[in-house]
C-alpha cells in the first residue's frame, strides 16, 4: 500500500512539473509565421504604338500627317535582388512611317554622287511616305513601385535600344488612279540606328519617348535627319 502511494505521488509531481508545463505552453502557443518574397511577375511582352517625327531636318525636307510607328519586342526581366529595380533585354521589329508633302525622294547612284535628294513632287500623289524597318534589341533599367507584383504600381525604364535596317522603301500612291509608286532600298541609310528611350506609366500602360542618337542617312548621302517618336506602350502581357 504505501509503493501504491508513493507511485502515485511521483507522477503527481512529474505531470505538474514547471518544465513540461513549459513544454506545453511552447506547444500549444502561437507559432511564428515565415516571411517570404513571392517572386515577381516579369515583362514578357511589349507593344509601342509612337508618333514618329524628324528632327533636325533642313527647310527642304517637308513633313505632313501624322507619322506612325509601331514596335514589338519579346523582353526578359531580370530583379535586382529584392530592390525595385530590374535590368531587361528583349529582342523585336520597329517600324517606322513618315509622310512628306508635296515631296518625293530621288535617288542618285554614280561613281561620282550617290544621295537622296527631296525634290517637289513630279506627280499629284495623295500621299507619299517613308517607311523603314528594323530588327531591335531593347535594353532597360526599370523601377517598380510595386515590388511584390510588377504589373501594378508606378513604373518607369530608361535605356537603350540598339536596331539593324531589315529594309526601307518610299512609297507614293497617285491622287485619283490606283497607281503606286514604290522604290526599295537600304543603300543610302545608316545601317544600325542608336536610340535612348524612357517610359513612365503606372501599370501595364507607360509614355514612350524616344531619340535617336544617329542619323536616319549616311553622311553626304541625304539630309542629317535625326528620327525620334512618342507614343503609348503596353506591357506585362
Not at 124 to 130: C, D, F, H, L, W
Not at 146 to 171: M, Q
Not at 203 to 231: A, V
Request: proline share 4%.
Amino acid at each position: 500500500m504505501m509503493l501504491r502511494y508513493a507511485l502515485g505521488a511521483m507522477a503527481v509531481l512529474i505531470f505538474n512539473s514547471p518544465s513540461l508545463q513549459a513544454q506545453d505552453v511552447v506547444k500549444d502557443g502561437p507559432k511564428a509565421e515565415k516571411t517570404s518574397f513571392s517572386k515577381p511577375s516579369r515583362d514578357f511582352l511589349m507593344l509601342q504604338f509612337t508618333y514618329n517625327g524628324w528632327l533636325n531636318a533642313p527647310d527642304s525636307v517637308k513633313t505632313t500627317g501624322i507619322g506612325r510607328g509601331f514596335n514589338g519586342y519579346i523582353c526578359y526581366d531580370f530583379p535586382i535582388k529584392k530592390s525595385h529595380f530590374s535590368f531587361a533585354a528583349g529582342i523585336g521589329v520597329g517600324v517606322d512611317n513618315i509622310y512628306l508633302k508635296d515631296q518625293q525622294i530621288v535617288l542618285s547612284d554614280n561613281d561620282t554622287n550617290a544621295m537622296a535628294r527631296f525634290i517637289p513632287e513630279t506627280a499629284n500623289y495623295k500621299k507619299y511616305k517613308v517607311t523603314t524597318t528594323y530588327i531591335e534589341a531593347p535594353f532597360e533599367i526599370r523601377f517598380y513601385g510595386n515590388k511584390e507584383n510588377r504589373n501594378k504600381g508606378f513604373k518607369a525604364a530608361a535605356g537603350l535600344r540598339v536596331g539593324s535596317l531589315l529594309g526601307a522603301h518610299t512609297r507614293g500612291k497617285e491622287d485619283g488612279t490606283k497607281i503606286v509608286y514604290k522604290v526599295n532600298t537600304k543603300r543610302y541609310l545608316e545601317t544600325w540606328r542608336f536610340a535612348g528611350t524612357l517610359r513612365l506609366g503606372y501599370g501595364n500602360f507607360t509614355l514612350l519617348g524616344t531619340y535617336n542618337l544617329t542619323n536616319l542617312y549616311k553622311e553626304n548621302q541625304g539630309p542629317p535627319i535625326t528620327p525620334y517618336s512618342i507614343g503609348l506602350c503596353i506591357t506585362g502581357l
